[in-house]
């Protein structure tokens, strides 16, 4: 059975502070999917990230960056000089490769609160 | 361009009631999803659609049927609603493995 464990339920930080959110995952596939979703406390979810299993190159957005690492089952979510509009709820989830789609197996998540 | 659309955004139920959730997109994707989000426990998928006319189950499906009659549109109902159901039910779509999600509906079963 596939599980993704976010082990920090909430972490706060002081703007323009770097923070690291965690997520490990379990799967016995040999090629799945990785993804990251922000839901704001407006509620909606929005879409960050895709990573597959056979790409482990680091992938950085803006303040954004990932880091894949199959060794060690983790895919872990950095954001850099972090902003009082980076709070949210962040998700990590993880689908298996079957046919075209994604079943999506979430972690429960971690809500980051940045103070100005 | 909506993206994907839930109605309705806020619902209100006794014990026993029955609703239908419509989800919509406009994105001419194939696959569809409905999860439900509880408090520290994520999301956790309930059904799913590969397309028209066929869903498949997911996670947590009992006491929830789905029906898939037009590509654009995913029903999720409840026949007979009961407290546990109380949750946020999001419903997504998908052309590939990104999944689009809706807003959202908020759910109470007293």
């Known amino acids: 059975a596939q599980k993704v464990t976010q082990a920090q339920t909430e972490i706060s930080v002081v703007e323009k502070e770097d923070v690291t959110l965690d997520c490990v995952y379990e799967t016995r596939d040999t090629t799945y999917y990785l993804f990251w979703y922000k839901q704001p406390p407006s509620g909606e979810l929005v879409f960050l990230i895709r990573?597959?299993?056979?790409?482990?190159q680091n992938e950085i957005s803006g303040r954004y960056s990932w880091n894949f690492q199959k060794s060690t089952s983790s895919f872990n979510f950095t954001i850099t000089a972090s902003q009082v509009v980076d709070s949210a709820v962040y998700f990590c989830a993880l689908s298996e490769a079957v046919g075209g789609y994604s079943t999506l197996t979430f972690g429960k998540g971690t809500m980051l609160l940045v103070s100005p | 361009n909506a993206g994907v659309t839930q109605t309705p955004k806020f619902r209100v139920l006794k014990t026993g009631q029955s609703m239908t959730l419509l989800c919509a997109q406009d994105?001419?994707?194939?696959?569809m999803y409905w999860y439900r989000q509880d408090p520290g426990m994520g999301l956790r998928l309930i059904h799913y659609s590969v397309g028209e006319g066929t869903t498949a189950k997911g996670e947590v499906p009992d006491g929830y049927n789905v029906s898939r009659l037009k590509k654009q549109n995913f029903l999720l109902g409840l026949e007979s609603a009961a407290p546990s159901q109380t949750s946020v039910y999001f419903c997504?779509?998908?052309?590939?493995?990104?999944?689009?999600f809706g807003p959202g509906t908020r759910l109470t079963v007293t």
């Open positions: 994105m001419n994707h194939e696959y």
């Open positions: 990573r597959n299993s056979f790409d482990e």
């Open positions: 997504a779509s998908s052309r590939l493995r990104e999944q689009y």
